[in-house]
């Protein structure tokens, strides 16, 4: 059974194109196989470069807001 999306997105939160979607995931799946290691295993860095990717994106959508 699909899941439906909400009709709503969260205004702070930036439209993201295919790539940084696929970006983002990538850093999640190896958010996730860095907890398997261990409870100390740090994934401080990974979050960070999504942090960053969704920045980037914040940014190009105020860019192309302002035009």
Known sequence: ???TQNAEQDPNYPKLTAGEHARI???????CKRSLAG????????ER???RIIDGARKRAEKNGRK
């Open 49 to 51: 470069k999504v942090d």
């Open 39 to 46: 409870e100390n295993a740090d994934r401080s860095d990974l």
């Open 25 to 31: 995931a990538l850093n999640v799946a190896r958010m």
């Open 1 to 3: 059974m699909a899941s």
